[in-house]
């Protein structure tokens, strides 16, 4: 664990704890799995927080503006009397809805607000706690740079907490996991405290598909891109733009599915592989999955995590899902 501060900021580092020989089991395993995949944290280094802050501003992807359109018109109900309070955001990313928040609490109570985003970026930590201490001067920001699985116990204790999970990142975890992340963060919440999950909706297959298939090619990029980061990793030589992108709507299960697909045979070396991984054109590596929701779904999920339904807030179109959950 390494404590910094930067700008004034303090960050704790958890990740750099992580073994190189971890983080080597987590990628190989899953390639050499059958059906292929890769752990979806992995798209995150420096380029792929970019480019998932460039996909968040295209027409095609709803969901970011649909999530902030939300939480403009309902935070101000949500955290008008917010005070003395920990806000802790999982998977935080950039910092703009964190910014519609903060900016709907009084002016007088935000040096009484503590801010901890959690995330597995590093570069993403720092680069959005330096902009929101600009706008946020009174506010304290804790950066925690970990893998929200593993650290939720170690959140600063104390105050009354609101944890906020938005841009749907729930839905990238497998619903056996998801469930039993959410029923471990049920436990450690009091009665007091919060948590507002952002929940993408089922809807028109095309609005749904375009969103991962957007014209300028940017998501495909985003993808692509996790090939870079596992040559790092593991010094695999994958050639990422012999790969194309696929996603589209899997209906039985109500997720877009994202898929690496070869356009010939390849053989990928790596030290840490006793043979070549042959990966044939026939075969994907799967790297995303984003569940989608319904209004029973969302009941029947929630229930699983042993979390209260105490609002559901959704826009006009019922595109997306802010819900406000306590502690069962
Ligand atoms: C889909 S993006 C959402 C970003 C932002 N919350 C939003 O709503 O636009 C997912 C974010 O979660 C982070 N992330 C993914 N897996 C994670 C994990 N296991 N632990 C911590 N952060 C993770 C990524 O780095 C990224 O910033």
Request: charged share 30%.
């Amino acid at each position: 664990m390494k404590n910094e501060v930067v700008d004034g900021i303090e960050i704790t580092d958890h990740l750099r704890r992580l073994s190189p020989e971890q983080v080597r089991e987590e990628i190989l395993s899953g390639l050499l799995d059958s059906p292929r995949s890769l752990p979806s944290k992995y798209f995150y280094d420096q380029k792929g927080s970019r480019l998932f802050e460039d996909i968040t501003k295209l027409d095609e992807y709803y969901l970011t503006d649909t999530e902030k359109g939300i939480m403009r018109r309902t935070m101000p109900l949500v955290v008008g009397e917010l005070s003395d309070a920990d806000v802790i955001e999982l998977g935080s990313g950039d910092c703009s809805k964190i910014s519609i928040l903060l900016e709907s609490i009084p002016e007088e109570s935000r040096s009484t607000i503590r801010y901890v985003p959690v995330d597995v970026s590093r570069a993403a930590i720092v680069k959005s706690a330096v902009k929101l201490r600009e706008r946020f001067p009174r506010v304290r920001i804790q950066g925690l740079v970990a893998n929200f699985h593993h650290r939720i116990e170690e959140v600063p204790d104390g105050h009354r907490k609101l944890f906020c999970f938005f841009g749907s990142t729930i839905g990238n975890l497998g619903q056996a996991e998801s469930e039993s992340f959410l029923a471990g963060l049920s436990e450690v919440m009091r009665p007091a405290d919060r948590l507002l999950l952002g929940l993408d909706m089922v809807k028109e297959v095309g609005v749904l598909e375009s969103a991962y298939n957007d014209s300028k090619g940017i998501t495909a990029a985003f993808n692509r891109n996790i090939l870079d980061v596992v040559n790092r990793l593991v010094q695999t030589d994958f050639r990422p733009r012999e790969f194309d992108h696929s996603a589209f709507f899997n209906s039985e299960v109500n997720r877009i599915e994202m898929h690496l697909v070869p356009r010939r045979n390849s053989t990928v070396h790596s030290p840490y592989l006793q043979s070549p991984l042959e990966i044939s054109s026939g075969e994907t590596i799967h790297t995303e999955n984003s569940y989608k929701y319904t209004p029973d779904s969302i009941e029947s999920f929630c229930k699983k995590c042993r979390l209260n339904v105490e609002n559901i807030f959704m826009d006009e179109r019922e595109w997306f899902s802010l819900v406000e959950l306590a502690a069962d």
